[in-house]
Nanobody, 129 residues
Framework: QVQLVESGGGLVQPGGSLTLSCEVSGRAANSYTMAWFRRAPGKERDFVGL????????YYADSVKGRFAIGKEYLKSTLFLQMNSLKPEDTAVYYCATSTKRYINTDPNQYVEDGYGYWGQGTQVTVSS
């Protein structure tokens, strides 16, 4: 059984920080690439960042570069998203996703929804004063 469970969402003031977690179990634990996406109200689901291995490669969307960081706890198969200097425009439902594909740096599929076969249910992040 494939399962991804996000947690850690909530309400935070602008400029604050929040850490999201994504616990992976089942077949999804054999993934080579994991990513975070988000869907803001009234918008499509957008790529936030990814973590792939071997090599612990990360890549971020321009909108979060320098503010967000992705890490992985290998023993627990848990993916993290550390979000700093949060802005109201970061308000969204955040989803983690996994792929069993090992993407090379130039493969555009790793930055879109179709590149991932397993998804979590999402966790709400609201940035507001």
């Amino acid at each position: 059984q494939v399962q991804l469970v996000e947690s850690g969402g909530g309400l935070v003031q602008p400029g604050g920080s929040l850490t999201l977690s994504c616990e992976v179990s089942g077949r999804a634990a054999n993934s080579y690439t994991m990513a975070w996406f988000r869907r803001a109200p009234g918008k499509e689901r957008d790529f936030v960042g990814l973590f792939s291995w071997p090599g612990s490669r990360t890549y971020y969307a321009d909108s979060v570069k320098g503010r967000f960081a992705i890490g992985k706890e290998y023993l627990k198969s848990t993916l993290f998203l550390q979000m700093n200097s949060l802005k109201p425009e970061d308000t969204a439902v955040y989803y983690c996703a996994t792929s069993t594909k090992r993407y090379i740096n130039t493969d555009p599929n790793q930055y879109v929804e179709d590149g991932y076969g397993y998804w979590g249910q999402g966790t709400q992040v609201t940035v507001s004063s």
